[in-house]
């Protein structure tokens, strides 16, 4: 029989998110718990990302940026339960498309900066980390608006 820390090995390098899989499964059982472990995550990666800055590694920063994003914006729709929640709960994971629509309807209830932050952190997403396009002085522009992001997410969460 396999070891778990096997089976999270094997998972790990056929590239599967393990902490994003448990974090999901955490969702579907305790949302509470979810939301509260998705914020911490969301400060762990910004300050990788600030890490990456401070070495000038642009793409690296840009990923963990964005994933900072990602976690707040999921744990403000646990929060709030927001139609696009709701469809992950049916469909068992968030997709691209949910997040930004998600952004825009905590918009409405929150105000513009989970917009700003998913925005600019999207952005990073593609042109810091997929397509490499950014330097670091780009990538520093969007990290204000995902720090505020993350401090704005982190209090109404608390």
Wanted: net charge negative.
């Amino acid at each position: 029989m396999i070891s778990v820390e096997e089976l999270i090995r094997k998972l790990m390098d056929k590239g599967v998110d393990v902490t994003e899989l448990l974090l999901d499964a955490l969702s579907m059982r305790d949302p509470e718990e979810s939301m509260r472990e998705r914020i911490g995550i969301a400060e762990k990666y910004l300050s990788e990302a600030r890490e990456y800055v401070g070495k000038g590694d642009a793409v690296q920063a840009s990923e963990k940026l964005y994933k900072a994003a990602e976690e707040c914006v999921k744990a403000l729709a646990e929060k709030y339960r927001t139609p696009e929640y709701q469809e992950f709960m049916r469909e068992g994971r968030w997709h691209t498309y949910l997040l930004g629509m998600a952004s825009k309807t905590l918009a409405k209830e929150l105000g513009y900066w989970v917009l700003d932050g998913w925005n600019a952190a999207y952005d990073l997403h593609v042109w810091g980390f997929h397509e490499r396009k950014y330097t670091i002085e780009y990538v520093k522009v969007s990290m204000t608006k995902i720090e505020e992001m993350v401090r704005e997410a982190r209090k109404v969460i608390s």
